[in-house]
């Protein structure tokens, strides 16, 4: 059974940075791509950043570039996005999910909320 | 590609039918052929569950309920015999051009 489990969300202030981890089971997870999407109640659903089998690619929307890096770990069958500059519009839950050869995500995690306050 | 959702309310009688629109303002067929759009279930307290891809197909498990349909920049999901599992929210997300980009959601409850 795939699982997709997020780990490292919190309440952190303006400015500081956090990193989220997704623990991945039940497939191979270094011959898929991977991906982050966040969920706010305001802006809806975000796609935020993918990265190809091997970590050698990777891409991220506008409104986080600069500031957030996507990247894995085989070896550990895990995801990462790293956050910094963190600011309230990046409130959210966010979500790893597995990517498919259909430019899409057919496995989602169950998400961590990520609360940017003072 | 902004992709906008009608209606962003559907109330439905249990049993009878339901559709959805979705359109994009460009068209979602990919310069290798294949159209990539999607929909998308959230169940109350849920993450999504992706129930179509490329249009029309259904992912393992949907209920043949479930069809989409469409082309080029319009698009709709319809449920036939509702039933009260499928309250939730119904996300459409293009694949075709980055970035990836969702709908704002079509809200299903039962009347």
């Known amino acids: 059974e795939v699982q997709l489990v997020e780990s490292g969300g919190g309440l952190v202030q303006p400015g500081e940075s956090l990193r989220l981890s997704c623990a991945a089971s039940g497939f191979t997870f270094s011959t898929y791509w991977m991906s982050w999407v966040r969920q706010t109640p305001g802006k809806g659903l975000e796609w935020v950043a993918n990265i190809n089998r091997d970590g050698s690619a990777k891409d991220h929307v506008d409104s986080v570039k600069g500031r957030f890096t996507i990247s894995r770990d085989n070896a550990k069958n895990s995801l990462y996005l790293q956050m910094s500059s963190l600011s309230v519009d990046d409130t959210a839950v966010y979500y790893c999910a597995r990517e498919d050869s259909v430019n899409s995500c057919d496995y989602w995690g169950q998400g961590t909320l990520v609360t940017v306050s003072s | 590609v902004v992709v906008t959702q009608s209606p962003l309310s559907l109330p439905v009688t249990l049993g009878q039918s339901a559709s959805m629109s979705c359109r994009s303002s460009?068209?979602?067929?990919?310069?290798?052929?294949?159209?990539?759009l999607n929909w998308f279930q959230q169940r109350p307290g849920q993450s999504p569950r992706r129930l179509i891809y490329?249009?029309?197909h259904r992912d393992s498990g949907v209920p043949d309920r479930f069809s989409g349909s469409g082309s080029g920049t319009d698009f709709t999901l319809k449920i036939s015999r509702v039933e009260a599992e499928d309250v939730g929210i119904y996300y459409c997300?293009?694949?075709?051009?980055?970035?990836?980009?969702f709908g704002q959601g079509t809200k299903v409850e039962i009347k």
């Open positions: 460009q068209s979602l067929v990919h310069s290798d052929g294949n159209t990539y």
């Open positions: 490329e249009v029309s």
């Open positions: 997300m293009q694949g075709t051009h980055w970035p990836r980009t």
